[in-house]
């Protein structure tokens, strides 16, 4: 199996910036997919950030210029630095990988970290 440890999240003023991290460990082959997702009060899960094993990445139109998705894939470890936040991004924030663990790729999602933007 996979176990996704996420760290970083916390309160931040609106204007300030966090970065998660996000630790994929187990007896993993290979990965392929990371990303971050978010959810907050009453929403939907959303995809904020994608980036492949190539290193091409992606990000949502709210987050665009303000976010940036890394990784290292010798750590399989996943960044989103988060610069100019918003009390709108507000939410838990999630990583989520698809990895390949005895010949079977599937995804996995961490526990979650709250991060709260005040005004």
């Known amino acids: 199996q996979v176990q996704l440890v996420e760290s970083g999240g916390g309160l931040v003023q609106a204007g300030g910036s966090l970065r998660l991290s996000c630790a994929a460990s187990g007896s993993i082959f290979s990965i392929n997919f990371m990303g971050w997702y978010r959810q907050a009060p009453g929403k939907q899960r959303e995809l904020v950030a994608p980036?492949?094993?190539?290193?091409?990445?992606n990000s949502a139109d709210s987050v665009k210029g303000r976010f940036t998705i890394s990784r290292d894939n010798a750590k399989n470890t996943v960044y989103l630095q988060m610069n100019s936040l918003k009390p709108e991004d507000t939410a838990v924030y999630y990583c989520?990988?698809?990895?390949?663990?005895?010949?079977?790729?599937?995804?996995?999602w961490g526990q979650g970290t709250q991060v709260t933007v005040s005004s």
């Open positions: 989520n990988t698809e990895a390949v663990v005895g010949g079977v790729s599937r995804r996995y």
């Open positions: 980036i492949t094993n190539g290193g091409r990445t």
